[in-house]
Nanobody
Framework: QVQLVESGGGLVQAGGTLGLSCAVSGSIFSIKATGWYRQVPGNQRELVAIIGSGGSTNYADSVKGRFTISRDSAKNMVYLQMNSLKPEDTAVYYC?????????WGQGTQVTVSS
């Protein structure tokens, strides 16, 4: 089992910045990758950014150049730095861990970008 707890969401104006954090605990040895997804009501959950165990990263085209995913393995933390935010970035953001036993999800944190 892996537990994920997000923090850092909130309300920000367009063009602003916001940082999300995810505390990871449990069977960390089983984790192959960690990352962030987001979901707008009525839409499917979509990948925002992911970082593999070797440090490789992958981003959705819509956030490339604006968002940065990082991790602190010593603290078991994953971060998402979001710059130049747009109203279309408004969503519930979920931290995820991909493991040998399947994916795990946090409870989500709301990010709202006002125009």
């Amino acid at each position: 089992q892996v537990q994920l707890v997000e923090s850092g969401g909130g309300l920000v104006q367009a063009g602003g910045t916001l940082g999300l954090s995810c505390a990871v605990s449990g069977s960390i040895f089983s984790i192959k990758a960690t990352g962030w997804y987001r979901q707008v009501p009525g839409n499917q959950r979509e990948l925002v950014a992911i970082i593999g165990s070797g440090g490789s990263t992958n981003y959705a085209d819509s956030v490339k150049g604006r968002f940065t995913i990082s991790r602190d393995s010593a603290k078991n933390m994953v971060y998402l730095q979001m710059n130049s935010l747009k109203p279309e970035d408004t969503a519930v953001y979920y931290c995820t861990a991909r493991t040998a036993f399947g994916p795990y999800w946090g409870q989500g944190t709301q990010v709202t970008v006002s125009s």
